[in-house]
């Protein structure tokens, strides 16, 4: 059965139908470049779409191992982008314009740089395994110019490791379909209520940092 027939049968409804009928349509290219999008914006996690395209590639239509490797790419092009980023405009700099996004915050920002300064090349191939640090760690490895050779393999192993994990995770997933499919729908909720919590936990912590900052300054 090819995954395109396969997609008349699912009954996912909200974000993963959205991330389903994109892979479906885009395939293994289009998943990398959505995984690089999300490495510099992130409209949807990684952690949604690599799990559900390794679901769907039980299909069929999809290779695991392309899955890896083009997600790995994109990954790693999304790094090399925020590296560049660091690069051209220093670490003080990038860090203001990334938060002028509303989607990253200054202070994880800081404990990013505050990590690579700590443990350097480890802490690019490990921060790759960290959800919220993954494309942070690229910054100030792009401030303190970090050389490019070790920067990419750092980065493209640990992408390739989370990567990995993420999409065979789905596609074992994928061969208890009768299993998983009627809790979809709950998914999608679990999913809608985790950016929420997110987006809920950013706005806190800007707010408490502007009240710090009038505190002081009076």
């Known amino acids: 059965m090819t995954l395109v027939a396969a997609t008349g049968t699912r009954e996912e409804t909200g974000l993963l139908a959205f991330a389903g009928d994109l892979i479906v349509t885009l395939g293994e290219l289009g998943v990398g470049a959505l995984v690089l999008l999300e490495t510099v914006v992130p409209p949807i996690p990684s952690e949604v779409i690599l799990p559900y395209a390794g679901y769907l590639s039980r299909e069929g239509g999809l290779s695991v191992v392309a899955l890896v490797a083009w997600s790995t790419v994109g990954s790693t092009v999304g790094a090399l982008l925020l590296y560049w980023l660091g690069a051209a405009l220093g670490m003080r700099r990038a860090s203001r314009l990334l938060a002028r996004t509303r989607l990253v915050d200054e202070d994880d920002l800081d404990r990013g740089a505050a990590w690579f300064h700590r ?24 401030a303190d110019r970090m050389h490019l050779g070790p920067f990419v393999v750092c980065t493209a192993i640990g992408s390739g490791v989370w990567n990995a994990a993420l999409i065979l995770l789905g596609a074992a997933l994928g061969t208890q379909r009768h299993v998983i499919d009627p809790y979809l729908e709950v998914l999608d909720v679990v999913v809608y209520s985790a950016i929420g919590v997110g987006v809920v936990v950013l706005i806190v912590r800007r707010a408490r940092r502007a009240r710090a900052r009038r505190t002081d300054a009076d």
């Open 119 to 142: 443990h350097g090349a480890v802490a690019v191939l490990l921060g790759r395994l960290v959800p919220g640090v993954r494309s942070l760690i690229s910054v100030p490895a792009g």
